[in-house]
């Protein structure tokens, strides 16, 4: 089949700017986009949130799906000139605020029959062409929401090809077997090469087992989650399918992300002249009531507030030091204790520590821009994004030796300044940070050296259409093994 003639449904839980709690809206929007340039026939479906409904003028009524957990409706509309599916039934568009959780942090007591009712609508519009007029040769689906989607889909013959992409090992959607039945999902998938796990039934490991081919979003992370370290229990399944789980690094819109042109930027800037950038950190430092030095080190963090992202060795770090001789502006939410710890700093070190609570997009483009360093820690990182914003804007990526970030930043040692773009630390710990930042320190001051780092991340290639390229392959791939795995189920009918 010739790469550019495949008919994709991709199934996802959030997309931007529609719906978002991560960067798993983001490649969720990017991509479809890269993929549609590449001339594939793409349709989006997607849970038809209260807030998403909200936002849409134009929706047009296509069909009702009776479904074992219910009846829905499917509705469609266009985002990017892309067929956006929208699957509508009270438990989504009934319910305002976050797709996953209430407002005091707790996941919806309902989200195992939510997404499972999601994963049956995806199931029948894939297999079923009379109310689509139209018949996906694979389904793309994205972490535990749609995990099922795969498993349902084995029931089936013939059957699309499937792709299962792991965001985060870590978010499984796992539910007690009891809740698994009285959901009313299928027995036949309840065993120890399906969804059962540890006596509970798992939907990414449905996704896992079943699914065509299983990818994540960064090679370091493929080989990661194959260990008992990075494997959150199911290392043993994905050495076991090893041979069908790859890494696909993903990319960035390089046009939406580009600082010669951004309009939330007080100084546009270029690898050829740099100039606008220290114009940028002086706004930064104003706005965050920071004192404008333009020879300080300035550090920048934009983050979900978790200890997955190393947000609490920052702090101990900065508590652990003798005397500040840089600058930190944090931006993001999360645990209470993270935020009221920083909050802590800002009092104590109002000169050098500078903590908005909150998200804000145009402050998070002026922290790209205008820090030197993008501080980013993290425990385990299965892509990552803002080190890539980072390179971007000629700002230094200082992280972890984990996951995407391997895959992204080159350390510098003394003798790499041609390849280096940034600093990395081999552990998640306050000592092995504040070595990577003295690191940065000791570099700062030359800065010739510091301007070849700066120009080497501007001019890293990170385009989501050499992702796509790759996501190409992988689809061909998986339509290969769909077709034998039909083939040879057909025949096991014919000869029983």
Not at 41 to 46: G, M, R, T, V
Request: charged fraction near 20%; include cysteine.
């Amino acid at each position: 089949m010739n790469n550019n003639s495949h008919k994709v449904l991709f199934a996802c839980s959030e997309i931007a700017p529609l719906i978002k709690t991560g960067g798993l809206a983001d490649v969720c929007a990017s991509l479809p986009m890269a993929l549609r340039r590449a001339n594939t026939d793409i349709k989006i479906a997607l849970p038809g949130y209260k807030a998403v409904l909200e936002q849409i003028d134009d929706i047009n009524f296509i069909c009702m799906l009776d479904l074992p957990l219910g009846a829905v409706a499917i509705c469609q509309c266009s985002i990017d000139d892309t067929d956006l599916l929208l699957i509508c039934h009270p438990v989504f568009s009934n319910r305002a605020g976050n797709p996953y959780m209430s407002d005091d942090d707790r996941g919806w007591p309902d989200n195992p029959m939510r997404f499972a009712l999601f994963s049956q609508a995806v199931t029948e519009l894939s297999v079923n062409p009379v109310y689509l007029n139209w018949t996906p040769d694979l389904v793309h689906c994205h972490d535990w929401q749609t995990g099922l989607v795969p498993a349902l889909l084995a029931l089936h013959n013939p059957r699309p090809a499937t792709v299962f992409t792991i965001h985060n090992l870590a978010y499984q959607g796992n539910i007690m077997h009891n809740h698994y039945a009285e959901l009313g999902l299928p027995a036949a998938l309840f065993h120890a090469n399906g969804v059962e796990f540890w006596g509970q039934a798992s939907y990414i490991k449905g996704g896992i087992a079943y699914a065509d081919r299983v990818n994540t979003v960064s090679p370091r992370y493929a080989e990661e989650i194959q260990t008992d370290a990075f494997g959150n229990g199911l290392d043993g399944l994905l050495r076991s399918r090893q041979a069908r789980v790859s890494g696909i690094l993903n990319g960035i819109d390089i046009d939406e992300w580009n600082p010669a042109t951004d309009t939330h930027l007080p100084a546009n800037y270029s690898t050829k002249d740099l100039s606008g950038k220290q114009k940028n950190k002086a706004e930064l430092q104003k706005r965050m009531g920071l004192p404008i030095s333009p020879n300080t080190l300035l550090f920048g963090v934009i983050s979900r507030l978790a200890e997955q992202k190393g947000i609490d060795v920052i702090v101990d770090a900065i508590e652990n030091s003798d005397t500040l001789n840089y600058q930190l502006v944090v931006l993001g939410s999360g645990e209470t204790d993270l935020q009221n710890r920083l909050n802590t700093l800002q009092q104590e070190h109002p000169e050098h520590v500078a903590v908005s609570i909150g998200f804000d997009e145009s402050l998070s483009r002026l922290i790209e821009a205008g820090s030197d360093v993008f501080m980013m820690p993290s425990r385990y990182e299965p892509c990552g994004l803002n080190q890539l914003y980072s390179l971007r804007y000629g700002t230094l990526p200082l992280v972890t030796r984990v996951g995407g970030l391997v895959d992204t930043v080159t350390d510098y040692n003394n003798n790499n300044q041609d390849e280096a773009n940034g600093f990395m630390i081999d552990e998640t710990s306050p000592e092995a940070l504040t070595d990577g930042i003295n690191r940065a320190l000791a570099l700062y001051a030359d800065k010739k050296t510091w301007k070849k780092l700066q120009q080497n991340g501007m001019a890293s290639q990170f385009s989501w259409d050499i992702s796509a390229s790759l996501y190409l392959q992988l689809y061909n791939a998986a339509i290969g093994d769909a077709a034998l795995a039909n083939e040879q189920i057909r025949h096991a009918k014919l000869s029983s």
